[in-house]
């Protein structure tokens, strides 16, 4: 199915099957047996809008994907050899742009979905899913929220929103000498942020952290000084950002041209794993905690991309020696579950494809990949990442780290 037919407009990203290339018409029914066919994957991402560096980095991940299986001869479902192809729209990071379009992909015929970038837009299309009986493998959608609406036909790779702030104020609890005593949150006031932040406060009194204060800015702001102004005067030893890379890159440069300097140092989600966070902002960089989805580090290997560590190579090469962050590795294992399901599942039909994922338990480059009933990866454990020299440093936990915690992080 090509990319014309969708009238340009941005659509969620989709697994599309044909039998041989892509045409015009609408997906024309399996292959028979020993014969072979195309999964061809339509992928709308956030390319333009607030989001679209990260729907950049989901769109490289997809690409390794398509690579990897492809080099490898494709793979088999039910006696039939398939190939993959992908092709990309643009969703502009609106998440009313994919609940649309998703339904018109199911007007089409298109009945196997991969989620958009991020949890707002994967929120309004897990909607519409379920109502048309599609199924949707979710690469970039952490929202608790968006699992805890008995949802039946959405599954996440990733690990939920919640764990994104807690296993960083969980690191700073097991590592950092001396331990901070005060935190101070500030959230975009997105739905993902919004939870996470709740996540991290939990987490943070549970361990006797005392939470001084949470101030929310609009999501996509380059401006958070009015929140940093606030928290400066309550002195808290660590700032923490839950935050995308726009956010975070604001705070730590508008806390530096304030004077507002957190005794242990900054915390963030999403934004420091990025290379334009530390490219933006210098030395003012490091020490910044970040919460992180994948390492090169992460445990567990699968039959197409082996470990992390191979999967970084793999990734490199592709990408003029360029190492990967999480949000390329997340991408890569959502078109991973996919291809294991159709596989399992030995047909594309999307209630036996749901059936599989629901049942999927399985090692991988990027950790076990197992959802709960409500479609959630719960056993996946994040990792928090500091930036060092300019550079992404895994420290904890501890047994998959490459590097040390450095502490207090404002002298990093």
């Avoid at 014969?35 to 729907?55: P, Q």
């Avoid at 380059?222 to 005067?233: G, H, Q």
């Avoid at 530096?256 to 990025?274: D, Q, R, S």
Wanted: aromatic share 6%; proline share 5%.
């Amino acid at each position: 199915m090509r990319a014309q037919i969708l009238g340009g407009a941005a659509l969620a990203t989709v697994l599309v099957l044909a039998s041989g290339c892509g045409s015009k018409k609408a997906p024309e029914p399996a292959a028979a047996a020993g014969g072979s066919g195309v999964l061809t994957l339509g992928a709308s991402l956030s390319l333009t809008g607030t989001t679209a560096k990260e729907g950049g980095l989901t769109k490289e991940g997809y690409e390794v994907c398509k690579k990897v299986v492809n080099d490898k001869g494709g793979f088999t479902a039910g006696g039939t050899k398939y190939t993959l192809d992908i092709q990309y729209q643009d969703d502009t990071s609106k998440q009313d742009i994919s609940a649309q379009l998703v339904d018109q992909y199911n007007d089409k015929g298109v009945k196997l979905i991969l989620g958009p970038y991020g949890s707002g837009p994967t929120e309004a299309a897990a909607a519409v899913v379920e109502r048309n009986k599609q199924v949707m493998v979710d690469s970039a959608g952490a929202d608790d929220k968006i699992f805890a609406k008995g949802y039946q036909r959405s599954f996440a790779v990733l690990s939920p929103a919640t764990s994104y702030v807690s296993s960083m104020v969980q690191a700073l609890s097991d590592l950092a000498n001396p331990k901070p005593k005060t935190l101070a949150f500030i959230s975009a006031d997105d739905g993902f942020s919004k939870t996470a932040t709740q996540g991290g406060t939990d987490k943070a009194k549970e361990l006797g952290f005392q939470v001084l204060a949470t101030e929310y800015v609009p999501n996509g702001t380059t401006d958070v000084s009015a929140a940093l102004t606030k928290i400066k005067r309550l002195k808290p030893d660590v700032i923490v950002g839950s935050v995308h890379l726009a956010e975070g890159v604001a705070i730590v440069k508008q806390a530096k041209e304030l004077g507002v300097v957190p005794a242990g140092g900054f915390a963030e989600t999403v934004a420091p794993p990025i290379p334009d966070f530390a490219k933006s902002l210098g030395a003012a960089a490091d020490g910044v905690l970040g919460s992180s989805q994948w390492t090169a580090r992460t445990a567990g290997t699968d039959k197409y991309f082996g470990g992390a560590a191979d999967y970084a190579r793999t990734f490199a090469a592709q990408y003029g020696g360029r190492q990967p962050v999480y949000q390329n590795a997340q991408a890569t294992a959502a078109c991973l579950a996919a291809v294991l399901a159709v596989e399992k599942a030995g047909s594309t039909d999307p209630d036996k494809v749901r059936d599989a994922l629901a049942a999927l338990d399985t090692p991988s480059f990027f950790g076990p990949i197992r959802f709960n009933s409500k479609g959630m990866n719960v056993t996946k454990p994040m990792a928090v990442v500091q930036i060092q020299s300019g550079k992404p440093v895994p420290v904890w936990p501890t047994d998959s780290a490459s590097g040390s915690l450095k502490w207090p992080a404002t002298s990093a």
